[in-house]
């Protein structure tokens, strides 16, 4: 007998080991996200994803389904959370978009858009961020960085290159990368490596197909995240 | 409401006019638009300062002295103010030298690059000061409506205008919002 949970108000079935997220996704049903990617272990850090389970929030790229849970997702409360997070992302980094190859292909950017974003709201840091053209084919502009830790993941559990890591706490983060440099252009990192593809905004851009398409006939400029990422891509 | 004329103030801080172009842009739906409105203060009209309007927009992130006066002299002067573009709305490419000392802007710019007789970094009294870091407008006023885009796409200006004309809230489509 299949299990189900129920998702604002629809019967959801899933199988034991899913995710709230992926009993979602394999529902069609869209929970907006920035960190989770279901090629990797979830990372629960963006809390986007946020829903309300029988009455407590919880992260539900990380929470585990059980039979008998009733739970929130598209609702106004939670929509609003979101876009206080997606507003913090943008205030924290330097996201100028159009100053950047990844726009209109950038889930950040889907993000605020399905949200509705007009304004970032808050005051803008403006932090000194390290930009790293070492490499030959690879960007790294960690001015766009939301350690959101994809490339990390990429990098340690397929590639098996371990290039990237976070380090220091708090608004002190950083992405790190693992040379005795400290370049890019040091690690045995390859444009075809899945690290160099994961990047959901233009922190990590490979060189030479920034504008391969050009701006207007991008993804997000036709679709809505939530089209693109329930309808199996995962782009 | 008076049969008087809606009246429109329009400026462009630190930008580039691509959103007034962008405006310029609804083509002939201009005619019908100045049917309903006056233009105040514009680059259009060449009037100098704001008067009293019903909806102003800004263009252009905030980055000297010069821009907070005209940007606080249209918050006084217009009852909706909407900020117009990438720039205004998060400092845009202004914004980019937000990380690079701003003398060592000044003479990339003024002495190293050529072409400049004398090539000196210009330090005229009337010249407004610069601030250290481009701002957008709403750290500075009050904001009503927000237009992103880089530049809002003409059917966007249609569309915030309509909606304000008509005393509906603003509300744009999912392909008039973008922030490039």
């Given at each position: 007998m299949s299990k189900n949970i129920i998702i604002d108000g629809l019967t959801v079935p899933f199988q034991e080991g899913q995710t709230i997220m992926d009993a979602a996704m394999a529902a069609g049903l869209y929970i907006p996200h920035l960190?989770?990617?279901?090629?990797?272990?979830?990372?629960?850090?963006?809390?986007?994803?946020t829903v309300n389970v029988n009455g407590r929030n919880v992260a539900s790229c990380t929470m585990p389904a059980a039979e008998g849970q009733q739970v929130l997702n598209d609702i106004a409360e939670l929509n609003a959370e979101r876009l206080a997070l997606t507003q913090m992302l943008f205030v924290e980094g330097n996201h100028l978009c159009p100053a950047c190859e990844k726009s209109g292909n950038c889930n950040l950017q889907g993000v605020a858009y399905y949200l509705g974003m007009?304004?970032?709201h808050y005051n803008h840091f403006y932090p000194a961020r390290e930009v790293d053209a070492s490499h030959p084919d690879i960007l790294l502009d960690?001015?766009?960085?939301?350690?959101?830790e994809l490339c990390v993941r990429a990098s340690r559990d397929?590639?098996?290159?371990?290039?990237f890591g976070l380090t220091d706490r708090g608004i002190m983060t950083r992405l790190i990368v693992n040379a005795t440099s400290g370049?890019?252009?040091?690690?045995?990192?390859?444009?075809?490596?899945k690290a160099a593809q994961?990047?959901?905004?233009?922190?990590l851009l490979v060189k030479r197909?920034?504008?391969a398409v050009p701006i207007g006939s991008r993804i997000f400029d036709r679709h809505t995240i939530k089209d693109v990422q329930t309808g199996g891509s995962h782009e | 409401m008076s049969d008087r004329k809606i009246r429109v103030a329009t400026c462009s801080l630190a930008g580039c006019f691509g959103c007034h172009m962008s405006l310029l842009d609804i083509d002939e739906r201009l005619f019908g638009l100045l049917e309903l409105v006056e233009f105040n203060r514009t680059p259009l009209t060449d009037i100098k300062h704001c008067g009293p309007c019903d909806v102003g927009l800004v263009e252009g992130g905030v980055c000297n002295a010069e821009n907070v006066h005209v940007l606080k002299e249209f918050r006084k002067n217009c009852k909706i103010l909407v900020a117009v573009g990438a720039c205004a709305i998060t400092?845009?490419?202004?914004?980019?030298?937000?990380?690079?000392?701003l003398w060592d802007c000044f003479q990339e710019v003024?002495?190293?690059?050529?072409?400049?007789?004398?090539g000196k970094v210009p330090n005229d009294p009337e010249l407004p000061l610069p601030f250290d870091k481009v701002h957008p407008i709403y750290e500075v006023v009050k904001i009503d409506y927000f237009l992103p885009g880089c530049p809002p796409p003409a059917d966007a200006f249609w569309r915030l205008l309509t909606d304000l004309l008509n005393g509906r809230e603003p509300k744009l489509d999912y392909e008039m919002l973008h922030y490039d």
């Open positions: 960190c989770h990617n279901p090629e990797f272990k979830p990372h629960g850090s963006c809390k986007l994803c007009m304004s970032p960690r001015n766009r960085c939301i350690y959101c397929v590639d098996g290159k371990n290039v370049l890019l252009g040091d690690t045995s990192l390859a444009a075809t490596d994961v990047c959901p905004t233009g922190a197909k920034g504008f | 400092g845009g490419l202004p914004a980019m030298r937000n990380n690079i000392d003024y002495q190293y690059e050529g072409g400049l007789e004398g």
